[in-house]
T-cell receptor, first 115, second 113 residues
Framework: ETGVTQTPRHLVMGMTNKKSLKCEQHLGHNAMYWYKQSAKKPLELMFV???????ENNSVPSRFSPECPNSSHLFLHLHTLQPEDSALYLC??????????????FGPGTRLLVL | QKEVEQNSGPLSVPEGAIASLNCTYS??????FFWYRQYSGKSPELIMSIYSNGDKEDGRFTAQLNKASQYVSLLIRDSQPSDSATYLCAVNGLGTGGFKTIFGAGTRLFVKA
C-alpha cells in the first residue's frame, strides 16, 4: 500500500470552476512532485517542492497553482481549466530533492475531466 | 530535448515466456535508471533501479544497462498474466537546473494465459 495518498480520486469540473487536488505523504520524505499523465504520453513533470520550497516549475500555465504548506502536504489549485487539461494527475515524493539515485514514490492519482 | 524512448507495444507473450522490454535515452550524462509498472487505472510502482553497467536481478526481473549504447532493458522471466501492465522507463540526469527524472511513454505488456 502506497504511503502517498491523493484526494479526490476522480473529479469532473467545468471550465469556470475552481477546485483543489490534495496529496499527503506518510513516508517522512522532504521532496514532493506533481505530474500530469495524458493518454499515450510520457509523464510530464509540473512542479517540484523540496522542504516546502518550490524548486521546479516546468513552464506550467498559471491556471495551475501549487501550494506546499509543509513537507507532508501538497496541493494543486485549479481554475479556468481547459478540456485539454483532462488527465491523470499524479503526486509523488522522494526522500530528498531530485538527485542521481533518488527514487520517487507515487500516489494513486486524481483522474480529472474538464467539460 | 532530452528523451526517453520506448516501443509503445502492445508486446504480447505467452505465459511462462520471457518478456523483454527496451528503453533508449538520449542524454549521455544520465546516471540512474528505473523501471516502473503501471496497471490500468493505477499509479506507477517501482520495480527496479540500476545505476551501473551490467545486469541486476531481483526475483523474476532482470534490469540490464549499457551506458555506451544508451539503452536499458527489463527482462521478466516466467511471465504471468498478472504481469500484464504498462512498464515505464525513467532516467535521472543532471541538467542545468539540477537533477531531473525523464519518463518514457511506456510499453504495454500483455501476457496470454
Amino acid at each position: 500500500e502506497t504511503g502517498v495518498t491523493q484526494t479526490p480520486r476522480h473529479l469532473v469540473m467545468g471550465m469556470t470552476n475552481k477546485k483543489s487536488l490534495k496529496c499527503e505523504q506518510h513516508l517522512g520524505h522532504n521532496a514532493m512532485y506533481w505530474y500530469k499523465q495524458s493518454a499515450k504520453k510520457p509523464l510530464e513533470l509540473m512542479f517540484v517542492y523540496n522542504f516546502k520550497e518550490q524548486t521546479e516549475n516546468n513552464s506550467v500555465p498559471s491556471r495551475f497553482s501549487p501550494e506546499c504548506p509543509n513537507s507532508s502536504h501538497l496541493f494543486l489549485h485549479l481554475h479556468t481549466l481547459q478540456p485539454e487539461d483532462s488527465a491523470l494527475y499524479l503526486c509523488a515524493s522522494s526522500q530528498d530533492r531530485p538527485a542521481a539515485q533518488e527514487t520517487q514514490y507515487f500516489g494513486p492519482g486524481t483522474r480529472l475531466l474538464v467539460l | 530535448q532530452k528523451e526517453v524512448e520506448q516501443n509503445s507495444g502492445p508486446l504480447s507473450v505467452p505465459e511462462g515466456a520471457i518478456a523483454s522490454l527496451n528503453c533508449t535515452y538520449s542524454d549521455r550524462v544520465s546516471q540512474s535508471f528505473f523501471w516502473y509498472r503501471q496497471y490500468s487505472g493505477k499509479s506507477p510502482e517501482l520495480i527496479m533501479s540500476i545505476y551501473s553497467n551490467g545486469d541486476k536481478e531481483d526475483g523474476r526481473f532482470t534490469a540490464q544497462l549499457n551506458k555506451a549504447s544508451q539503452y536499458v532493458s527489463l527482462l521478466i522471466r516466467d511471465s504471468q498474466p498478472s504481469d500484464s501492465a504498462t512498464y515505464l522507463c525513467a532516467v535521472n540526469g543532471l541538467g542545468t537546473g539540477g537533477f531531473k527524472t525523464i519518463f518514457g511513454a511506456g510499453t504495454r505488456l500483455f501476457v496470454k494465459a
